[in-house]
Structures are given as structure tokens and as C-alpha cells.
């Protein structure tokens, strides 16, 4: 039997015609003997009649389409014209019908790939607390009316009882990050007999129906007596009294848990101790007449503030240099701080077997090197890393 594909003109005429640029496909050994080449190929396809002869892949089947559409699986009637014999057609098109649907289905199963990155969790980086700034309108008894830009508050209401006040509070908390926080109020204008203006600060909870001081987390400085009120109705004596243009200052040490009080740029002393919980600057009033005005930092206080900071971090600082730091640590030649620092490594970042390991394996070396001295080696002991990455 001849070759049929030993040269050009052994060539069935039935090889399908390809536009430029394509190379059809060939006709099977079997097909091209019994003279029956199709002019289309195995899936319907007519190589010679191709929407787009551009594409060399448009024969291809898309198994993201429908198939019943121009790209998916060919009609029967297609499939019946590119098999020969009636066997044939019915083998071609079941053996299309069969082979789509796995492929897709094996598309399918693939799923999607995720690249995964191993790295820490982001840590949120604590936010900076908002200054006081202005007395808070939504945070008064009522009776105190806000004046100006937020910083005046005057006593419009009626005359209240020997046990009753209207007091206001700041609209942010003294931050401790500020290590002390300083505040000063004005007194405006006040009724010179039996008046009361009280100047400190409370926890949010604290009811406003009362002065500060006198109710549990709050702490006052009262200028009818020049007493302090820590938490109850009965104060101490503290310092003098105040009235019209005094100034008087408030501050808290958050490093001491303690606070103290100004008048016109002189130091008081110390008022309270053990001062704790979120701060609000707060004053209380009681008779009408009553004018405050505070100021959180917009203009320059009458107490030299900057002065007493600068102590107060110097006095820290010559705490820490006091400190003997000789006992911290065993002093340790290159060889064992290296071995240190790697066992601190493993330590922390998890590896607790092989931190163990290295730890008994340094353990013994020293020991083994020690032979004639009875002393415990010391300085490699594990211990487990409480914040150790998981």
C-alpha cells in the first residue's frame, strides 16, 4: 500500500482548506485509505468557513461558555458530518459529549490558589488622647450656661440648696501620657457672700448635682473655706480662700498618683494621694452671679509649669541612674553571651524543643570543661518565654 503523505501529489484532494496562517488538521491514516477524509475536523468545525481565520486556537473548545453556544460543544448535526459512517458519527459525538463535561468538571475541581504569606499580625498602634479643650455643653447640670468658645461657664439657674450645686465637666479626659497635667481657672466674677466655686476634677460617673469633690472619684478645691474635698462632703483644711480675679490652678502628677493646687502662681502643695481612674477637669457652683473662665494651654499660665515638669523628669532620671544594674545579669565572656543571645532567640520566637536542646547541650559542654570544679554551671537554665510567638 502506498504512503499517502510521501509527497505532495500522493495528497488526498479531500484535505481541508486552511486560511493563510492556519495549519489545518491532519485526516487520519484510516480516513485518507478509504477516501473518505471530512472537509471538517472531529469537532464540527469547518477549517475553510472560520469566523476569525486570524486565530490559530479558535478550533479549541472554551469550557467557560455554554455548550450550547458558537464556542462550546458543536451541534449534532456538526458532529454527524465530521465522522465517516453512521457508527462513526454516533462515536464522535459521544465521545465529545463525554470528554467536555470532564474537563470542565476537572477545571473545576482545581479551586482558587491563594498565596500565603506568613508574617505577624498588624498591631494597632495606640492612638493619641484628645487635650481637654472647652468645657463640655453636654456634660453640665443644667442651670450652667457655656459662654464664648467654650471656655466660660456662668450660673444662670435658680438659687439651690446648702447640699446642691450645678457643675460641668471638660470634653476629654487629663491623658497620662502626659505625665502631669496642669489647668487653670479665673474666677470672672462671683457674689461676695456666702458663695462657693469648686475647682477639681471627677470621673465621668460622678453625678453633676453636687460640687466635686463631695461625691466618690472626685476631688475639689472649695473657695467658700479654702478647704479640699476628697471623695465626701468633709474637707480639710488645704489654703486660703478665693474670689473675684483669683486664679487657681489644678494639677495632676500621674507618675506620683498625687495633685496639687495653685493660687495666682504659688504653689499649695500637695492636696490628695492616691489619685486614680480617667479625669475630667471639673468646677462646681452654687449661687448665682457665678462666672468662671478656664484655660487649658490657649494662653500662658500664671504657674510656671515647665519648671516644676523639668524637675520632676530629672528627678526621674536620677532615680534610674541610682539604680545598680551589676546584679542583673551574670557577667559572661563573648563565647557565652553569644550562646545567651541564641538561646534567647529560640526562646522567644517558639522553638521551646530546641531551645531545651541548645540549653542542655551548652549545659553539658560547660560541665564536661569543669571537671574538677564542683560549682553548678549557672546562666542556661530555660525558661519558658511568656511572650514567645505562637
Not at 291 to 307: K, L, R, Y
Request: aromatic share 10%.
Amino acid at each position: 500500500m502506498a504512503n499517502p503523505f510521501s509527497s505532495p501529489g500522493n495528497r488526498t484532494t479531500n484535505m481541508p482548506t486552511a486560511p493563510p496562517g492556519h495549519t489545518p488538521r491532519r485526516s487520519s491514516y484510516a480516513a485518507v485509505v478509504s477516501g473518505t477524509t471530512p472537509t471538517t475536523d472531529v469537532f464540527g468545525f469547518d477549517c475553510a468557513n472560520r469566523d476569525h481565520p486570524s486565530s490559530d486556537q479558535r478550533h479549541l473548545i472554551d469550557p467557560r461558555h455554554t455548550l450550547n453556544g458558537s464556542w462550546g460543544t458543536p451541534s449534532h448535526g456538526d458532529a454527524r458530518d465530521g465522522v465517516s459512517g453512521q457508527g462513526g458519527r454516533a462515536e464522535g459525538r459521544d465521545v465529545v459529549e463525554t470528554l467536555v463535561p470532564a474537563w470542565i468538571a476537572v477545571d473545576e475541581r482545581k479551586g482558587m490558589t491563594f498565596e500565603l504569606i506568613e508574617k505577624a499580625a498588624p498591631v494597632e498602634a495606640e492612638g493619641v488622647q484628645m487635650l481637654p479643650s472647652r468645657w463640655n455643653a453636654n456634660d453640665k447640670y443644667a442651670g450652667l450656661e457655656v459662654l464664648r468658645d467654650g471656655c466660660e461657664v456662668a450660673f444662670t439657674g435658680g438659687k439651690t440648696t446648702e447640699y446642691e450645686a450645678y457643675s460641668i465637666r471638660a470634653d476629654h479626659a487629663m491623658p497620662v501620657q502626659s505625665g502631669i497635667y496642669y489647668f487653670e481657672v479665673k474666677i470672672v466674677s462671683r457674689k461676695v457672700e456666702d458663695s462657693s466655686i469648686a475647682i477639681g476634677f471627677s470621673t465621668k460617673d460622678v453625678p453633676l448635682s453636687r460640687p466635686p469633690g463631695w461625691e466618690p472619684n472626685s476631688w475639689a478645691y472649695h473657695g467658700d473655706d479654702g478647704h479640699s474635698y476628697c471623695c465626701q462632703s468633709s474637707g480639710k483644711t488645704y489654703g486660703p480662700t478665693f474670689t473675684t480675679d483669683d486664679v487657681i490652678g489644678c494639677g495632676v502628677n500621674f507618675h506620683t498618683e498625687s495633685a496639687f493646687f495653685t493660687k495666682n502662681g504659688n504653689h499649695l502643695g500637695t492636696a490628695f494621694r492616691e489619685v486614680r481612674g480617667k479625669l475630667f477637669p471639673s468646677v462646681g457652683m452654687m449661687k448665682p452671679g457665678e462666672h468662671v473662665w478656664v484655660n487649658f494651654g490657649q494662653s500662658p499660665f500664671e504657674f510656671d509649669i515647665d519648671s516644676m515638669i523639668l524637675k520632676e523628669k530629672k528627678a526621674i532620671e536620677e532615680q534610674v541612674a541610682a539604680t545598680s544594674t551589676a546584679n542583673l545579669a551574670p557577667p559572661l565572656d563573648e563565647t557565652s553571651l553569644i550562646q545567651s543571645l541564641v538561646l534567647q532567640y529560640l526562646a522567644h520566637d517558639g522553638y521551646v524543643e530546641t531551645a531545651k536542646a541548645f540549653s542542655d547541650e551548652v549545659r553539658s559542654e560547660k560541665q564536661a570543661l569543669n571537671i574538677g570544679n564542683k560549682e553548678e554551671v549557672k546562666g542556661f537554665e530555660f525558661h519558658d518565654d511568656g511572650d514567645a510567638s505562637q
